[in-house]
């Protein structure tokens, strides 16, 4: 649907998918790869080449065994997904803030009116009974099944929109639009009958479940892939409470989420394929592995799975993809969308809150940096942390924010912070934290549902550190010379001021570990007070730890679990609160730790051919930035 925008030039509200793509590749935003590509690693391996390269979306039209084209990397960059949602961004933006604030239209109304006339695309708009006029029936195996790394167990739909409604508490307005992964083929799934389920804790596909399960009845389970991209970006978006996806799909979009119900299940008349089925209660089976976002391989583990009833797709459907790996990757540009969407929510969420920044590059639920407000007790010169404790436990309990295994957190003085310059903030703390006082550790508890560094799927470990006050110590510039003289633990790389990696031997067992951690320790201790190195981060490499910020954001906070692997110099409890002179972090890995991910340089080699001289990315001038 074009229409003028504001400033005369012509725009697009997308009806679906299609022109999205047709208003990217106008605007050169996208190119068409003519080739015949396999969906076996190589549509993979070509998308993260490009998305590397800060490159186009890009179009798959000849996708080896399927007759649909499949498209990726529409949201690869943020210029390019605010460009796709250029009519509505605004609208959106100010629909959520008043959603946070409503007395702001009260004290302004005529500044909102179009605020309102925006919030009526939310409201979903239901069609006739039945499957979406046009659509055909097809199978699981007609879809192009992609795999994108050399371990999973199958082809997966990793761009999914998962559609289920309470049971208790039917329609539309109660229903939940969630990305949970989707295993299409591969391991007992019975092709084109049966398909995986993957969804985390906290999500609210889980809460459907659980109670369809007591009502002793399968849950109806619609998944939706393509439609406007609003919709894809809505199942991902953490909204504020009573804010359904669907409205925020439409709100976004620009236009009504279309929908009807063919035998009881939902029904999207904007998706481009559309799978029907039901979860029934305890039935599971085996899913994965799966190449994620962490960088590693999540195993295989027991997870629903849908009993497959119908399978659609629209005339000329366009299958979208992503590929997740080690970040930053195509999702990174989703939570900086989402950041800038949602803008202070958190502060309305928890009193005190500045910021809170969930670290992309160490996998976004390991590593949580906030700033808080700390007013207790201004009348005190000696501040220790008080409010700041209350805040953590806030930010703990909320949402998937309570997955996180570190927290670190101050508050605002005399300087202004940005959690999200992380070595700046990182030494701001360093530079005050109380080791005897400031570390708060909570054992046998919930983390990622993907994350392998705990005691076993859901559970690890989590610590605050709430450093606060002035400025008590100097961090060291490089490493201190009496670190050459350790026994052991050679090649000590500075990683940042006060951080100091130290590359140890191959991790043998936690009982082996803490033989070793109690060695290293006497061995600092005894080469006297190293105060300017607050942290040691022991690894299996320490050029790869230190070569980077992103290097260490990701392998030190990937690869520990505070409560296992978190030591220190003359350390000990006093009152059951653990402290110590310096920390070790224990960041090697782990036997029962997934694998890292690592391509497949066959596959990279075969897809050269599409970045050579006559190859379609070669003409787009991918070849050279890629």
Not at 59 to 73: D, W, Y
Not at 131 to 150: A, K, N, Y
């Given at each position: 649907m074009k229409r003028p925008s504001s400033d005369g030039r012509t725009s697009m509200i997308y009806r679906n998918l299609e022109q999205c793509v047709a208003d990217l590749e106008q605007h050169g935003h996208l190119v068409r790869i003519r080739e015949?590509?396999?969906?076996?690693?190589?549509?993979?391996?070509?998308?993260?080449?490009?998305?590397?390269?800060?490159?186009?979306?890009?179009?798959?039209?000849?996708?080896?065994?399927?007759?649909?084209?499949?498209?990726?990397?529409?949201?690869?960059?943020?210029?390019?997904?605010?460009?796709?949602?250029?009519?509505?961004?605004?609208?959106?933006?100010?629909?959520?803030?008043?959603?946070?604030?409503?007395?702001?239209?009260l004290k302004n109304p005529f500044k909102h009116v179009q605020t309102g006339l925006a919030a009526w695309n939310a409201l979903p708009a239901k069609k006739a009974e039945g499957?979406?006029?046009?659509?055909?029936?097809?199978?699981?195996?007609?879809?192009?099944?992609?795999?994108?790394?050399?371990?999973d167990g199958g082809a997966f739909i990793t761009l999914p929109q998962v559609y289920s409604e309470d049971p208790g508490n039917p329609g539309i307005m109660n229903s939940n639009l969630g990305m949970y992964r989707i295993q299409i083929s591969g391991n007992d799934y019975e092709l084109d009958k049966e398909i995986g389920v993957h969804y985390q804790i906290h999500r609210g596909i889980g809460i459907h479940q659980h109670r369809a399960n007591q009502l002793g009845q399968p849950l109806k389970v619609s998944c939706f892939i393509g439609g406007p991209p609003a919709h894809t970006l809505s199942a991902v978006m953490p909204l504020p409470e009573g804010m359904s996806e669907l409205t925020f799909a439409g709100l976004l979009a620009g236009r009504r989420f279309h929908y009807g119900y063919d035998q009881g299940y939902c029904v999207s008349h904007d998706?481009?394929?559309?799978?029907?089925?039901?979860?029934?209660?305890?039935?599971?089976?085996?899913?994965?592995?799966?190449?994620?976002?962490?960088?590693?391989?999540?195993?295989t583990h027991p997870?629903?799975?849908?009993?497959?009833?119908?399978?659609?797709?629209?005339?000329?459907?366009?299958?979208?993809?992503?590929?997740?790996?080690?970040?930053?990757?195509?999702?990174?540009?989703?939570?900086?969308?989402?950041?800038?969407?949602?803008?202070?929510?958190?502060?309305?969420?928890?009193?005190?809150?500045?910021?809170?920044?969930?670290?992309?590059?160490?996998?976004?639920?390991?590593?949580?940096?906030?700033?808080?407000?700390?007013?207790?007790?201004?009348?005190?010169?000696?501040?220790?942390?008080?409010?700041?404790?209350?805040?953590?436990?806030?930010?703990?309990?909320?949402?998937?924010?309570?997955?996180?295994?570190?927290?670190?957190?101050?508050?605002?003085?005399?300087?202004?912070?940005?959690?999200?310059?992380?070595?700046?903030?990182?030494?701001?703390?360093?530079?005050?934290?109380?080791?005897?006082?400031?570390?708060?550790?909570?054992?046998?508890?919930?983390?990622?549902?993907?994350?392998?560094?705990?005691?076993?799927?859901?559970?690890?470990?989590k610590i605050v550190i709430a450093a606060n006050g002035g400025k008590k110590r100097e961090l060291c510039q490089e490493p201190p010379a009496v670190l050459s003289e350790l026994a052991g633990w050679g090649a000590a790389k500075l990683i940042m001021p006060g951080v100091v990696a130290l590359q140890g031997p191959a991790f043998g067992s936690y009982e082996q570990a803490q033989l070793d951690m109690q060695q290293l320790g006497d061995a600092l201790a005894a080469a006297g007070p190293l105060p300017s190195c607050p942290l040691f981060v022991v690894c299996d490499d320490s050029a790869f730890m230190s070569a980077s910020l992103p290097n260490f954001l990701w392998a030190a906070f990937t690869r520990s679990n505070p409560s296992h692997d978190i030591y220190g110099v003359n350390s000990g409890y006093e009152n059951k609160h653990w402290s110590c002179d310096n920390l070790i972090l224990d960041a090697r890995l782990k036997p029962h730790q997934a694998p890292p991910l690592i391509p497949d340089k066959g596959v990279e080699e075969r897809i050269g051919r599409l970045f050579a001289a006559g190859g379609s990315l070669e003409k787009a001038g991918i070849g050279a930035r890629a």
């Open positions: 015949e590509v396999d969906p076996y690693l190589e549509m993979a391996a070509i998308h993260l080449k490009v998305f590397e390269a800060g490159g186009p979306a890009l179009l798959f039209e000849n996708v080896k065994g399927s007759t649909f084209r499949a498209v990726s990397n529409l949201f690869g960059t943020v210029e390019r997904s605010k460009f796709i949602f250029r009519e509505t961004w605004d609208s959106v933006q100010e629909v959520i803030a008043l959603r946070n604030n409503p007395m702001q239209a499957p979406p006029p046009g659509f055909q029936e097809i199978s699981i195996s007609d879809l192009p099944l992609i795999q994108c790394w050399p371990d998706a481009d394929f559309v799978i029907t089925g039901e979860i029934y209660p305890g039935e599971t089976k085996p899913e994965g592995p799966f190449g994620d976002h962490l960088g590693y391989y999540s195993l997870f629903p799975y849908m009993r497959v009833h119908k399978v659609y797709a629209r005339p000329g459907a366009i299958f979208p993809f992503t590929v997740v790996g080690r970040p930053p990757q195509e999702d990174t540009a989703f939570g900086a969308l989402i950041h800038e969407l949602t803008g202070d929510a958190i502060r309305q969420e928890i009193p005190g809150v500045k910021e809170v920044h969930a670290v992309d590059e160490a996998g976004v639920h390991p590593l949580l940096l906030a700033i808080g407000s700390e007013r207790y007790t201004p009348y005190q010169e000696v501040k220790q942390p008080a409010e700041l404790l209350t805040i953590a436990n806030r930010i703990l309990g909320t949402g998937q924010l309570s997955l996180a295994k570190y927290l670190f957190i101050t508050a605002e003085e005399n300087q202004p912070l940005d959690t999200h310059r992380v070595e700046e903030f990182f030494g701001y703390i360093l530079e005050r934290v109380n080791l005897r006082r400031d570390l708060h550790f909570y054992t046998n508890t919930t983390i990622d549902t993907l994350d392998y560094s705990g005691t076993g799927l859901n559970s690890g470990s």
